[in-house]
Structure formats: C-alpha cells, structure tokens
C-alpha cells in the first residue's frame, strides 16, 4: 500500500500503550504469559526472537506486504452496506475479510507465521482448527511456501466439517483426527502443543488466533493489525469525521477482532467484540490458564474447562486472547453476546440487502450491530465499521435447517 | 503426616537405595486410595497423585484416559484431598497438576489446603520458571516443597536455575514429548542427568516413558531414581487392582535395589538383568 492520508484522526484520551508490545513477559496486564512445559521455553524464546527480529526488519515487512497484496488480495474493500444502513438508520461499513484468498481473515496471520517459519528454517507447520478455517488457510500457506503442514483437528469437527478436511487434504496437508477429551477445538489444541513438543526441532506451531503462550497473542494480533490499519485509513477518508463511532467484531479466540481494535485503540471509537452466547469467556468466564496463557476461561467451580457452543464452529472456543480480556478489565473495549437465532437471521439479513453471504462467525457481529441499531443502544445517524471475517459459502449446509 | 519430600528422599538416596516414585490419577475409581497404600507398601519412596485436569497439555494418551475417566467420576480437589487427609502412609505424597486448578483461588490457598491434608510436594507441569514465582514463594511459606521440571531442551544456564530453585527433587524429563510408555532411554536423558548432577546435589528423579522395571533401572543408573505413571495407569485401565499394582511397583524396586547394591558395591554385584 502506499501513502495514504491519517486526516481525521480525533483527539485521544487513552494509555498511549494501549495495544502495544507486552515485553518479556507477554503480559497484558495480568493477562497472558507463557504457561508452557519447561520443554517448549526454548522454543517459545526462538520464536519471539525471529519474530522481533523479521518485524524490525523492511526486507521481512516487504515480503509480508507483497504476498498479502499480490496473493491473499489485500487491501479488501470497507463496503458500505447502503441499504441495511438505511433500515437501521445508521451507516454502517463492512472491512471485507471474506474477499481475501481462502475467504477469511485467518490468511493475513498464517501467510506472517508460514514465512517467519520458512525464515527459521521449520519445515513443517503444525496447527489446530475447529471449523476447518485456519487448517485450510495453514495448508494453503504451507503450499505456497514449500512446507509440510499437519492439522490436529477433532474427531466431531472433522464429521461436521468434512468439506474443509477435503480442502486441506487437496493442498497437500496431513489432517490427524483428535479422539481425546471433548473432540473439538479445545483437544486440537492440545494435541497440537503435545505434538509441537516432540517435535520441536523441525516443526513450527502456527497457532490460529491470539492466544497461546508468548508471543503468540501479541504477534497473532499485530499479524493481524492489516485490518484495523487499512480501515483506518478507508473510514477517514469514507467519514466525514474519520473515525467511525462504533468498531465492532465477533470474537472466538479473538484474533479478527484483535486486528481490528488495534487499528482504532488509540481513537475515539467504541470498541464493542462479539461473542456467541455458549462460548462466551469474556461474559461468563473467569479468569484461568488454558493453552499456555491466562486469560478468561469457561470452567466449572472445580477448575475443568467447558466445551463451547455455537452454531459458528470457529467460535467455539472457551478462552479469549489475553488481550481481550485485559481491554475489557480496562474498559477500553465491550464484550457482548448474541444467540443462534439472531445470527441466522443476521446472516439471511446481509444477503438479501447487499448481496453478501457472511460466515456465521460474522453474522454475530452483525447481529449485535442490528440489534443495538434498533434499540437505540446504537443512536440512530452513527457510523459503525464492522470487520465481516469471512464468506458464508462454507455454512450453507449447516444453516439449511435454520432458514 | 509425613515427613517433609525432599529431606526424606535426602534420607532414602543416603542409604543407597533408588528412588521410586509411582504415580495414580486421584479420583480414578472407589477405592483409588488402596493404590496409594499399596504402592508406599511396595517400596515406594514417595508417591504422585495426579489432580485430573480437564486440558493435561503435557499428557499423552494414557494419563488423559485416566483423568478424563475421573473427572467423569466426579472428583474435584477438595474431594480428593478429603480422602487424602484420611490416608496414613509412611511415605510423602507428591500432588501434580495444571495451573488452572492451582490458581482457581490462589496459590497460596491451594498449597495451604495439599499441606492441610499432608500432602508435602507439588508439581505443575506448565509452570516453568518464568511464571513460578508466586507459587515457590506460597509453597515455601506453606512448607510444600515445588518441584521444577528439567528438560531435554533446556540450556545450562536454566538447569541451573531449575536445580536451584526446585525443591523436593529435580523432575528431569527423559525426552521432548508427553507422558507415556516408550521403547528405549534415550542418549538425551543421560547428558541430562549428567549435567543435573554435576550442578545439584539436590534428589534427580526420571519421568516420563518409564515403561518398565529394566528400564527404570537403567535411566536409575543416571539420577537418583524415577518416577513410573503410565506403564501404572495402563494397567489400572485395563483393569488391574491396588494389589496388582503394589506387585508391578514391587518388581520395579527389584530391579533398582539391585541396580543400587551394584552401584554400591561393584565387586559383589549380581549381574545385571536384560
């Protein structure tokens, strides 16, 4: 991308550290760390070096900039939904994740992770998914890059989801079915990290959203950051203020939403993440440790992690990021919730006023934003700026039922 | 009430003897508490009760059977260390477990409550030193001594923190992978071993793929002993009982005593078994 304009930018009352880099320690407040066997602290200091080192370096960004922009399709588009703004009464933009190559926002971190691999000379990329999306854009990278990739995927996602396992299988990516525990998500990323472990001399645990041990929260997030940072610069010159009032995103672990708000922490816009009713970590989770990092966490009085539930498999995770968790501690952000019903209905909503099928994972999202628009939480003549993750076309099936 | 883990190891390691510590998932079934009488019966020097954890990241697939078939039994930490502070055994006990359960209230109130049932260690597999602080200082206070786990992986500079800054004993992790049965010690647990006992004189103890007696007498040969779950919890899942298992621990201290007399006493030693 090349110069563009920052005119508009508000005045700002924030911590001029508000999403910035967590240090050593990875801490975002009392958030995050490296909860990780004394075996992958090697490994976790190695990543954070290349890491540091590939992002100061303009030969790594460059790299980085040209295949977002000669293959994933970046900058994606900030499509102004004319005519549900119109029924909601506000102007509402939509950043168009689901036009990047593989449909979802998951490419812009695993095209940064797949390269910072190949860089540390990995030949392999390890990764978890649930729905399927983040082990088909791991595959897709791992093509791309010459790598080997092997995706741990539960044994009930892959029934669910079997045409994302197809995907994978045609890009040349070994899928390994979790049998274990809840057999989704949850055990995927536990079986990768036990995997990770054994075989952390060659292979590289390209994990899919902003959590995990340090650094990944915080360098999933600026992976990430391509989103909050393009839609910057297209509201300011889309609104006539520049900064819209309201940026809105759905959140499972938290990784769109993550790049989103980086892109607007330091504005006067209200920050507002969106989770699924059933797997709701910032609403109803307390705080834990999970998957390396402490952070909110769905669980019982005893300590032992809940499965999620949603209709959007990708967000069917218990935890948040980290740094979720402390943006909402601190205010800065809100977290919300939405039901099934609502996003079914959001979803047919977007299709048939603009032509857009969003995946489930952002109908919730916009979801909310219809809902608060119609109450009034969201005052009528607001401008909103709503990440739309990814593209539908993988959920027909499941929400034939639902329409 | 026992004695405090790392003097009577200290004390058990003086008179020549292998360490052996053998491990059971609390809660796994009615009755899990004979395992534990049964174990200290046959020679162990300590024994590991394993708090199951919904998510144990550092577990291969026998350990999570076994917590997960617990869980689904229905046992919480304040169940387990009910029927903890009712047992009478002569040797210390040893909790390991994740960190979620560790801070559900806080560290201190967790090693407060192991102490309270005469439980004297602790280890959390995914707590390595960068976030053990809190913990070793509410343990120390607490008088439970945390062990810190070394590993393959790990450069001079932190086994030395680890070896300092463990008490009880140094868990020393005979390979990079999860808990489980394997085939044959590999060159990597002796270089660790090695290295650990030439920077603490501190109890070494092996775990991870002890998966049977011979085994455990060779990796012996380079610490001070092992720790054996997996090769117990298969056997326990397949349906062995507290005295089955007191029997399968009772042959692995067989073979280590006479590893050790060897050790001792070269000249008189019988030979070694294959």
Redesign the interface.
């Known amino acids: 991308m090349g110069e563009m304009s920052w005119s508009g930018r508000r005045g700002v009352a924030l911590p001029a550290r508000a999403m910035s880099d967590p240090g050593v320690t990875g801490r975002f407040g009392g958030y995050g760390g490296r909860y990780v066997p004394e075996s992958l602290i090697p490994a976790c200091h190695e990543i954070e070096a290349a890491f540091r080192e590939a992002w100061e370096d303009p030969e790594f960004r460059n790299r980085l900039d040209t295949l977002l922009t000669v293959y994933a399709g970046r900058p994606t588009p900030l499509t102004p939904a004319w005519r549900l703004s119109q029924e909601l009464g506000i102007t509402l933009l939509l950043k168009r994740e689901d036009l990047t190559h593989t449909g979802s926002h998951k490419i812009n971190n695993v095209v940064g992770q797949a390269l910072l691999a190949h860089r540390m000379g990995k030949r392999r990329l390890l990764a978890e998914t649930g729905a399927g999306q983040h082990g088909v854009a791991t595959a897709t990278a791992a093509a791309l890059l010459g790598l080997e990739a092997t995706v741990f995927m539960g044994e009930r996602d892959i029934e669910r989801q079997e045409l994302n396992v197809l995907r994978m299988n045609v890009l040349g990516a070994e899928v390994v079915p979790v049998t274990t525990g809840s057999r989704t998500l949850k055990d995927a990323c536990n079986e990768a990290m036990r995997h990770w472990v054994s075989s952390v001399d060659d292979s590289y645990y390209c994990i899919g959203t902003v959590m995990g041990p340090h650094p990944y929260p915080w360098m999933v997030r600026e992976f990430q950051r391509v989103i909050g940072d393009e839609a910057r610069v297209q509201c300011a010159a889309a609104l006539p203020v520049g900064v819209p009032d309201y940026v809105v995103a759905c959140i499972g672990g938290g990784s769109n939403a993550a790049g989103t708000f980086a892109g607007f922490v330091d504005t006067t816009a209200r920050l507002v993440g969106v989770e699924a009713e059933g797997g709701a970590a910032a609403t109803f989770g307390r705080a834990g440790v999970l998957h390396g990092f402490r952070s909110l966490v769905l669980q019982d009085d005893d300590g032992q992690v809940k499965e999620a539930h949603s209709i959007a498999a990708g967000l069917d995770y218990p935890g948040i990021g980290p740094e979720h968790a402390h943006l909402r501690d601190g205010g800065r952000a809100r977290y919300v919730t939405v039901n099934d019903d609502e996003v079914v209905r959001a979803l047919r909503c977007l299709a048939r006023t603009e032509g857009i099928l969003p995946a489930l994972e952002s109908s919730h999202a916009l979801a909310w934003v219809i809902r608060a628009a119609k109450s009034g939480e969201i005052p009528a003549g607001s401008t909103v700026m709503m990440t739309l993750s990814g593209r539908g076309d993988k959920d027909i099936a499941s929400i034939r039922e639902m329409l | 009430m026992t004695a405090p883990l790392e003097e009577f190891l200290r004390a058990r390691r003086a008179e020549g003897r292998r360490l052996l510590v053998p491990y059971v998932t609390a809660g796994i079934a009615p009755g899990w508490t004979d395992v534990v009488r049964a174990y200290a019966d046959a020679g162990a020097d300590a024994v590991e009760l394993g708090f199951p954890?919904?998510?144990?990241?550092?577990?291969?697939?026998t350990i999570?059977?076994a917590s997960?078939r617990a869980?689904a039994a229905g046992a919480?930490?304040?169940g387990i260390l009910r029927e903890v502070a009712a047992l009478d055994v002569a040797v210390p006990l040893v909790a390991m477990t994740?960190?979620?359960?560790v801070?559900?209230r806080s560290g201190a109130e967790f090693c407060a409550e192991l102490r309270a049932s005469g439980v004297g260690g602790l280890i959390v597999?995914?707590?390595?030193?960068?976030?053990v602080g809190e913990l070793a200082d509410a343990a120390a206070a607490e008088g439970v001594d945390l062990v810190?786990?070394?590993?393959?992986?790990?450069?001079r500079a932190?086994l030395r923190e680890?070896a300092e800054r463990s008490r009880g004993f140094v868990y020393a992790?005979t390979?990079?992978?999860?808990t489980g049965e394997r085939g044959e010690v590999p060159e990597a647990a002796a270089r660790l071993g090695r290295d650990l006992k030439e920077l603490t004189d501190r109890p070494v103890l092996f775990g991870f793929g002890v998966s049977n007696p011979a085994q455990a007498a060779d990796l012996a040969g380079h610490a001070d002993g092992v720790v054996v779950a997996s090769a117990l919890m298969r056997r326990l899942l397949d349906g062995a009982g507290a005295g089955e298992l007191g029997e399968y621990v009772a042959s692995i201290r067989r073979v280590l005593d006479q590893g050790a007399r060897w050790a001792v006493h070269p000249a008189t030693a019988p030979s070694p078994t294959t």
């Open positions: 954890f919904s998510d144990p990241m550092l577990d291969g697939v999570q059977e997960d869980i919480t930490v304040r994740y960190s979620n359960l801070f559900q597999p995914d707590l390595p030193l960068e976030e810190l786990l070394a590993a393959p992986s790990s450069s932190r680890v992790l390979r990079m992978g999860t």
